[in-house]
């Protein structure tokens, strides 16, 4: 995609001003939304998304229309995985409920930020070095392995970068609404710019399987970023949205290791291909889609079907508990001695 400068500039100011009214919104009433209107956003920045899309599919061609979509569904799809520990970042920290979606939205326009860097140098190495093509398939198909016996770990462990800024900054102990610095005698830090700090830092951490990933389904630098900005964009409503169902979608972390394995396998032969080696094939994107779209919705219907089960279980253990203590009950007042 040969793009002039005004395509980019153009992109980037309506990112920009979609998440200027985005900022207007928190700041104006900063509480937790409503289900409603999480539904709401997310449907909106969704289609948002499938709009931009089918775009790309008129203007450019099916081939970078199908790019777009697979990389987007991808990314949207590792970080649903990764607001468990968003939800372990704010049970961490304590942050106050209203103030959580202004946490969440300066933690993503810093990883919207940090990413477009990592994304600018991904594109420059891979456009010199075809090689990396062998590594970034060998490390999604590593990190795929890890996440087959993943388990959630049950507390946020603080990164370097976070550890850093404890260092240097002063920080006061409590939090002073929304600010980021207050004045005591010397400016000193909140807990609320560490905690966005935590949600920047820790979501660029998860670029490191995010982009090669996607890398692995575009080579254009246009559709990498794209589709890594619309799948943060919704990521603060989202939070709200999906917060009491994680726990539900057991075998996520199942289905993105299938995903991240054959995106792998995929960047593999397709660079086996490009040096010439004759029986390995090139993946079509369409067929790409089909896998991730597949993978997902399989995973997640067994997530809420093994959910459902697990609750029927629960259920039926506490009525037969409960029948259990009654049946012991009406033998101990047989039982007991009748006076005079």
Known sequence: MNLPAWVWLATIGGFCVVLAFDFYLVARNPREPSFRECVGW?????????????????????????????????EYSLSVDNLFVFLLIMSRFRVPRPYRQKVLLIGIVLALAMRGGFIAAGAEAVARFDWLFYVFG???????????????????????????????????????????????????????????????????????DSIPAIFGLTKEPY??????????????QLFFLVGGLLDRLVYLSKGLSVVLAFIGVKLVLEALHHDGVSWAPE?????????????????????LMKSARDARNVEAAGKAAEKTAGKAAGKAEVSEPVEG
């Open 283 to 303: 993946i079509p994107i369409m067929l790409s889609l089909g896998v991730i779209l597949g993978t997902l919705a399989v995973t997640t219907v067994l997530s």
């Open 223 to 236: 559709l990498v970023f794209t589709a890594n900005a619309f799948a943060l964009m919704g990521l603060r």
């Open 42 to 74: 997310v449907s909106f920045y969704v289609g948002l998304a499938a709009l931009f899309g089918v775009g790309l599919l008129v203007f450019s061609g099916p081939a970078h229309g199908g790019e777009f979509f697979a990389g987007w569904i991808t």
């Open 138 to 208: 060998a490390f999604l198909i590593y990190t795929a392995w890890k996440l087959i016996g993943h388990e959630e770990e049950a507390e946020f462990s603080e990164n370097v970068a976070l550890r850093a800024v404890r260092r240097v900054l002063p920080t006061t102990d409590t939090y002073h609404g929304a600010r980021l610095t207050v004045h005591h005698g010397r400016r000193l830090v909140t807990p609320m710019l560490i905690v966005m700090v935590a949600i920047g830092t820790t979501d660029l951490l998860f670029a490191l």
